[in-house]
């Protein structure tokens, strides 16, 4: 008898031309191919100078099927909630805007605009996708970067020694409406991430881990199942937050040792055993702050 399979729940949808200048493998497209997916034709990106700067391709070409509008390292959000006020006042408020930025230009350059847009409720959508570096320059440490790995300006001897700033703290603190952590490995936890974040009204956030071949130091085929890995280590979980504290956890982790997820990465190569159990044991602090925060808003 021939195998039934259920319908994916995954939109069929393409929003995102082939041919793109991505390496292969890399998470920022692929999240900007379900993020479409779930946010549908009626969409407009800003994307400050990153990776997907390139990925977009040359002007007057786009990889993209809905506008994109490019601009300076620092004003993905300033930019987006300009674009908001307008699309408001021309009485197409129904049209989503996406701010579309990578770690250094969303923890790091365009903390200040993000945080301001943040304050102010403006009705955006701010999407960090989280590849944990400066990769487009060349790898270099972001206050993304997690502890203990290699990047150029992190090098061996000097691996980076400050934990990775905890953004969705930062952006829950702001009592948003709403704030969620997703990733390519489970792209039906994502796509239902950004349907709610389009239905609702001033800002929201969503935090994308975005596996990178080149920067993490994997192999291309690898991308997807190193994020599981990253998920289920609970080195990145996935949960949302509503108006900064009704906390949900999405996916429960299946808690394979964060040893698991590191030793597949060639940037983590040179930890020590006592280097990994520091992490595992802020690993562990961390979720179980979290579950606290889930006990608390019930
Ligand atoms: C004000 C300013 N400083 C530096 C640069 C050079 N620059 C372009 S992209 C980039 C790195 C972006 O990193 P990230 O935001 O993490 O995105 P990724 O490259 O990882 O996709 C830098 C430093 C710039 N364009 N503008
Ligand atoms: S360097 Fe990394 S993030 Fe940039 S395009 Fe390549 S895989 Fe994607």
Redesign the pocket.
């Known amino acids: 008898m021939e195998a039934v399979f259920p319908k994916p729940r995954i939109p069929e949808e393409e929003y995102i031309y082939p041919g793109h200048l991505a390496c292969p493998g890399c998470g920022?497209s692929l999240s900007m191919r379900y993020a479409l997916k779930a946010l549908g034709p009626k969409t407009m990106v800003v994307i400050?100078?990153?990776?997907?700067?390139i990925i977009a391709g040359p002007f007057p070409y786009s990889t993209l099927k809905v506008p994109i509008y490019h601009t300076?390292?620092?004003t993905a959000a300033s930019v987006s909630s300009g674009m908001a006020a307008a699309l408001d006042q021309l009485g197409q408020g129904d049209i989503t805007v996406m701010a579309w930025?990578?770690?250094?230009?969303?923890?790091?350059?365009?903390f200040q605009a993000l945080s301001g847009a943040a304050e102010r409720n403006d009705n955006i959508l701010y999407v960090c996708?989280?590849?944990?570096?400066?990769?487009?320059?060349g790898i270099?440490r972001?206050s993304?970067t997690p502890y203990g790995a290699w990047t150029t300006t992190t090098p061996e001897r000097h691996l980076k020694d400050r934990p990775k700033k905890n953004i969705m703290e930062i952006m829950a603190a702001h009592q948003i409406p709403y704030a969620a952590t997703a990733c390519v490995a489970y792209p039906e936890d994502m796509i239902q991430k950004f349907r709610k974040a389009k239905t609702i009204r001033g800002m929201r956030f969503i935090h994308l881990l975005s596996p990178?071949p080149p920067?993490w130091k994997i192999p291309d085929d690898q991308s997807i199942k190193v994020t599981r890995m990253a998920v289920n280590s609970k080195a990145f979980p996935l949960y949302e937050v509503e108006y900064g504290e009704k906390y949900r956890i999405t996916v429960e982790p299946r808690n394979i040792p964060v040893r698991d997820y590191l030793k597949v990465q060639g940037r983590f190569r040179n930890l020590t055993d006592d280097d990994i159990r520091n992490i595992q044991f802020s690993v562990n602090k961390n979720w179980d702050r979290l579950q606290k925060k889930v006990r608390y808003s019930e």
Not at 101 to 110: E, L, N
Not at 131 to 136: I, K, V
Request: proline share 3%.
């Open positions: 920022a400050p100078a990153c990776c997907w700067s300076a390292f620092e930025a990578g770690d250094g230009g969303t923890f790091d350059i365009g996708y989280d590849n944990e570096a400066y990769m487009n320059t270099q972001s993304a990178c920067g």
